[in-house]
């Protein structure tokens, strides 16, 4: 049997010229989150993956200490690394964004989302990373969470997290980017498993989030 708790990473620097980093916000829901767990006693990994981004890694400092964690001694595996979609965006639009899509937030998920589904139909010239790569690096990650078996807990990002839930749903890849633009920061998503496979038994909740007063901690980039 294993289970897999699956954290996207805390609130990151949108906007600002490093992205990879989280914002003061950010580490404040990776810590609450980490108390959140370790008070509901959900979670007691014997394992812990993550990807290689700094976001990930300060979410997972974040969380540590309440859980007993070294995030030191953690699997980092590159298949819970998110794709590149600013890059994508560039590659779309032949270099810079449009002005407009880079001051308007709603107008930038809305392109993103459009540039995601012509990725994924190769449809995307010269595109840092192929869909079927990115799939194929999340699919080597989730079975290896698998193989390890027992608790497993992973901080990933949205995209890599959604590609696993689609994979496990036996959902069309289109349904991606639907999910991940739900997806909240340090949200958790939960498969559960055994000899027929993964089941999806949670998805995208903030155990962290316990008052209307909480709400300033509710944020999805």
């Given amino acids: 049997m294993v289970e897999i708790t699956l954290v996207r990473h805390g609130q990151a620097s949108f906007g600002a010229a490093d992205y990879d980093r989280l914002s003061p ?17 959900g979670v007691r990994p014997s394992g812990v993956f993550l990807g290689n981004m700094r976001r990930h890694r300060e ?3 974040g969380l540590a200490p309440a859980l007993g964690l070294d995030p030191d001694a953690a699997v980092v595996h590159e298949g819970l690394n998110e794709f590149d979609g600013g890059a994508l ?3 779309r639009f032949g270099g810079a ?15 993103l989302r459009e540039t995601v589904l012509a990725w994924q139909r190769d449809e995307v010239d010269a595109p840092p ?11 080597d990650a989730l079975a ?7 608790d497993v807990i992973a901080v990933s990002s949205g995209g890599a997290i959604s590609r696993m839930l689609v994979e496990v749903l036996g959902a069309p890849p289109a349904q991606m980017i639907l999910l991940q633009l739900q ?10 498993g055994g000899g027929q ?25």
């Fill in 59 to 61: 979410t997972l400092e």
């Fill in 97 to 111: 964004l449009p002005e407009d899509v880079r001051r308007d937030r709603r107008l930038y998920f809305r392109t």
């Fill in 25 to 41: 916000l950010g580490h404040e829901q990776a810590s609450l989150l980490g108390e959140s767990l370790a008070l509901r006693g």
């Fill in 197 to 221: 496979g993964l089941f999806l038994h949670a998805f995208n909740e903030v155990p962290h989030l316990r008052t209307e007063e909480d709400d300033r901690l509710l944020t999805y980039a």
């Fill in 144 to 150: 290896a969470m698998r193989a390890a078996g027992g």
């Fill in 183 to 192: 997806m909240k920061n340090c949200a958790v998503s939960r498969l559960v």
């Fill in 129 to 139: 990373e192929r869909w079927r790569d990115f799939s194929a690096r999340v699919s």
């Fill in 89 to 91: 965006l560039a590659c």
